[in-house]
């Protein structure tokens, strides 16, 4: 395996979001070169400022991002069965970019929620909403982080062995497409 870049993207802004946590495990668990948090604060989508500014220049910097990282590890929290206004936000924002830098990017899904689901239907909402990108989505496993409040030591590793057995193999299958793609 050769060395590669991860760019991480929590649908959660709080800093010590699980879903921020899960998404530093993994690339801890990936054992990745080089690791990068993408910044979702951005404003609003709003066509009428997009006309008269542009797009903003942090979306514009998010897009860069996406496209020179070697793969993309997403995390989203459960809103209301759906992904959070951040999450569509950020993907709305970096569709009116320029290059299409989702195209044929290896990405990786996982959630972490309260709820004992661990957000299966939040993943469900990305991965329709990521269907336009065209990227290496991979398939699996499904990483579902129930019962986030219980899920993490203090240190922010994840307990318990099966969601770190279950994290690993998805981060080795990501790596594996990153080969496949070079």
């Not at 936000?89 to 661990?118: C, F, H, Q, Y």
């Not at 770190?164 to 990153?178: G, I, N, R």
């Amino acid at each position: 395996m050769s060395a590669y870049h991860l760019l991480g993207l929590s649908g959660s802004l709080r800093e010590a979001s699980t879903n921020r946590l899960l998404i530093r495990e993994a690339a801890r668990l990936g054992q990745v070169t080089s690791f990068t948090e993408g910044d979702l604060q951005l404003p609003l989508y709003d066509g009428d400022l997009e006309e008269s500014k542009g797009v903003p220049a942090n979306a514009q910097m998010l897009a860069r991002q996406i496209k020179q990282a070697d793969a993309i590890v997403i995390s989203t929290p459960e809103y209301n069965q759906g992904i959070s206004g951040v999450l569509k936000n950020a993907l709305d924002w970096v569709s009116r970019t320029e290059g299409s830098p989702w195209a044929g990017k290896p990405v990786a899904i996982m959630s972490a929620a309260a709820g004992r689901a661990g957000g299966a239907r939040a993943q469900y909402a990305l991965r329709l909403a990521l269907q336009p990108f065209r990227t290496r989505l991979m398939q699996g496993p499904e990483v579902m982080v129930a019962a986030t409040h219980e899920a993490f030591d203090e240190a922010g590793r994840l307990k318990g062995d099966s969601y770190v057995k279950m994290l690993t193999t998805l981060m080795d299958a990501l790596k594996a497409e990153v080969d496949l793609t070079r």
